[in-house]
């Protein structure tokens, strides 16, 4: 059972938007701890895809976007193309567990 | 290019040990946090260790602590992990990546990992 909560699939047709959200709690994002978020295509490393809740890395589509409030926090993909189709993990840092912490994942299927 | 190169993974029974290394190219590594994460086969990603820029300062997850042991040599570039009495559910693939500490704390650059299988 993952700190940080996030669906574990969501679905949307090419061109459309879709949202991916990541609940937490008062001991991790609701403390004012960042959110990150990485993409990890089939059998290769995870990829920074978020930092610092809403900011992309260079060379990151800006139909990638993040962004947080209270105790969760978002990953929108606007535009959908076959190539998003992947996993994608939050993570924070959680001061109960003195730790790093990452979601659960989501599975993006595009239909 | 910047570059992150795990090796030492391999086969291993209960109870075992097993060094894993990460070698960087590309950056200044002494300038940098680094730290390892880990994947069970199917499952999603758990954070195992971190370790500062001197190595003064180092923290696990608890399911590690007393058992992992994370180093590093800056005069050779490489980030180390002892795994000891290993477990079937220490089972992952082994990342290594660059940790970020300007003003946020994140993993911006991931080396290819490298697999530990533990069974008899």
């Known amino acids: 059972q993952s700190v940080l909560t996030q669906p574990p699939s969501v679905s949307g047709a090419p061109g459309q938007r879709v949202s991916i959200s990541c609940t937490g709690s008062s001991s991790n994002i609701g403390a004012g701890y960042d959110v990150h978020w990485y993409q990890q295509l089939p059998g290769t490393a995870p990829k920074l895809l978020i930092y610092g809740n809403s900011n992309r890395p260079s060379g990151v589509p800006d139909r990638f976007s993040g962004s947080k409030s209270g105790t969760s926090a978002s990953l929108a993909i606007t535009g959908l193309q076959a190539e998003d189709e992947t996993d994608y993990y939050c993570q924070s840092y959680d001061s109960s567990l003195s730790a790093w912490v990452f979601g659960g994942g989501t599975k993006l299927t595009v239909l | 290019e910047v570059q992150l190169v795990e090796s030492g993974g391999g086969l291993v029974q209960p109870g075992g040990s097993l060094r894993l290394s990460c070698t960087a190219s590309g950056f200044t590594f002494s300038r940098y946090w680094m730290t390892w994460v880990r994947q069970a086969p199917g499952k999603g990603l758990e954070w195992v260790a971190n370790?500062?820029?001197?190595?003064?300062?180092?923290y696990y997850v608890d399911s590690v602590k007393g058992r992992f042991t994370i180093s590093r040599d800056n005069a050779k570039n490489s980030l180390y992990l002892q795994l000891n009495s290993l477990r079937a559910e220490d089972t992952a693939v082994y990342y290594c990546a660059r940790l970020r500490s300007d003003y946020y704390y994140y993993m911006d650059v991931w080396g290819k990992g490298t697999t530990v299988t533990v069974s008899s």
């Open positions: 370790i500062k820029q001197d190595g003064s300062e180092i």
